[in-house]
């Protein structure tokens, strides 16, 4: 069904990994979160660290912003 999504241009995967890259980095991954809640009109959370940096972008998120907590 992920795949489905993708193809129909439904669902965006982002990822703060590329193929050349050899492990993660929080400002990559910080920069994809902002710029993902800047551009979406509805934002699934499946993991959320109350402390944690995306917990602190959500906050600063667009309130009209439709955001769904697994």
Known sequence: QVDAAVAQ???LVVSPFA????????QRAA???EYVLA??????IGHL???GLLACIL????????LVYL
């Open 9 to 11: 241009g439904r669902l």
């Open 31 to 33: 920069w994809c979160n």
């Open 39 to 44: 551009h979406c009109d509805r934002a699934v």
């Open 49 to 51: 660290n109350p402390a």
């Open 19 to 26: 193929d050349r890259l050899a492990g993660p980095s929080a």
């Open 59 to 66: 906050s600063e998120a667009d309130p009209d912003k439709e």
